[in-house]
């Protein structure tokens, strides 16, 4: 009986142990996280200060299961000079219980004297793509599950040659393996599109960018204006060898001193043998928001959007709480001569928005967003464009 004592007492020694040893890191962990969290929410810190932000995410798809992840935010002026335009950089990454994983870097950096401008992105992803087919008459359930690993760089390389005007080239590469479609019903044939097996495809062009905005993360007053020819594969005779014009055109006006009207005209054209991956996807979470990125996919695609942003409302109690509205709409099709009036989509919808870095004017967004289809909810840092 001593010998069981003696050891009922060693095991709860051994547990106050451990306990003790485990209790002050949780401690500095706390109070890291709690400094952390009142150094987001009370910025006393100098604007020209860089800032960092880092924050768990949780998401659930019936494709994906549970889904967790890390988003990253980078903020910083050219040399702590805050006639600079504010440079951004993001990152998000993210498991799911499917065994599907991905990272992401987007970038807006201009260096000092707005000299040059580097727009791009990196996205690597294991993740099921849907796939509902080709054209505005795509069914409204999707007809294959396309699982792929999928690899995009694209990056954007301009010179000022005048004020606010930029002009480089741009590079554009993406490569889908390792793809599978797995059709939504066994029973029915499914119609394999162009790149079904995969592909890897090289951009080149040129770009001409029009850009007097101060901070992409949330503009009061400016413009933004794209236009960039891509040639794919030019050097290459086996593979898919197509065209890509893309439009884009941003405008951003004040009605007040805190509400902002904004604008967004956005048009990409292809010619040539384009794989599927890469047509023109409609959908996502900045443009036609509350349908799926890729619902509609085509050669072509117009879409526009406006958007009312209140930032902040005056609540009396807080300055950092905002609200937006917004309605969009769009259209894809392979032809000119087949774009019908009868084929537009619609979107709209509306948001709140918290103030999170009151000193550089950066906002969080929740947005909820309805089609005649159902409806999306989107959580992101800065506003959709």
Do not use: C
């Not at 793809?179 to 599109?193: G, K, N, Q, R, T």
């Not at 409302?313 to 009868?342: C, H, P, Y």
């Amino acid at each position: 009986m001593k010998f069981e004592g003696f050891n009922v007492n060693m095991r709860a020694r051994g547990w106050l142990v451990i306990f003790m040893l485990i209790w002050p890191v949780e401690m500095k962990a706390q109070n890291f996280v709690k400094r952390y969290i009142h150094g987001i929410l009370n910025d006393t810190s100098d604007i020209s200060r860089p800032q960092f932000l880092m924050y768990p995410t949780l998401a659930y798809a019936p494709e994906t299961s549970w889904e967790v992840g890390f988003s990253t935010l980078y903020v910083y002026y050219a040399e702590r000079d805050t006639t600079n335009r504010l440079s951004e950089i993001n990152g998000f990454t993210f498991y799911t219980l499917e065994n599907q994983y991905g990272i992401w870097f987007d970038h807006a950096l201009y260096t000092p004297g707005n000299k040059w401008f580097f727009l791009g992105r990196i996205r690597y992803q294991s993740f099921p793509l849907l796939y509902f087919g080709i054209g505005p008459d795509a069914p409204k359930e999707y007809v294959a599950r396309v699982d792929a690993n999928q690899l995009w760089f694209k990056e954007r390389a301009l010179r000022q040659i005048r004020r606010n005007l930029f002009f480089g080239l741009e590079v554009d590469y993406q490569r889908l393996s390792r793809v599978e479609f797995v059709p939504a019903e066994p029973s029915d044939p499914l119609v394999l599109p162009l790149g079904s097996e995969g592909s890897a495809n090289l951009g080149l062009g040129v770009g001409l960018v029009y850009d007097d905005r101060h901070n992409v993360l949330n503009v009061r007053k400016g413009s933004f204006s794209e236009i960039a020819l891509f040639n794919y594969n030019p050097f290459s005779s086996t593979a898919f060898n197509f065209n890509n014009l893309l439009v884009d055109t941003r405008i951003y006006r004040p009605l007040s001193t805190n509400t902002v009207i904004a604008y967004q005209l956005f048009g990409q054209f292809m010619w040539g043998e384009v794989p599927f991956n890469q047509l023109s996807l409609m959908g996502g979470e900045s443009l036609m928001r509350g349908y799926y990125t890729g619902r509609f996919r085509d050669k072509n695609q117009i879409a526009s959007q406006v958007e009312l942003r209140f930032l902040p409302i005056n609540l009396g109690f807080t300055k950092r709480i905002g609200a937006a509205v917004f309605g969009g709409t769009s259209q894809v099709f392979d032809k000119w001569e087949n774009l019908n009036m009868d084929k537009w989509v619609l979107s709209g919808g509306a948001g709140l928005r918290f103030l999170l870095f009151p000193k550089k004017d950066i906002y969080t967004r929740l947005d909820w967003a309805f089609t005649k289809e159902g409806s999306g909810i989107y959580f992101f840092i800065g506003e959709a464009f």
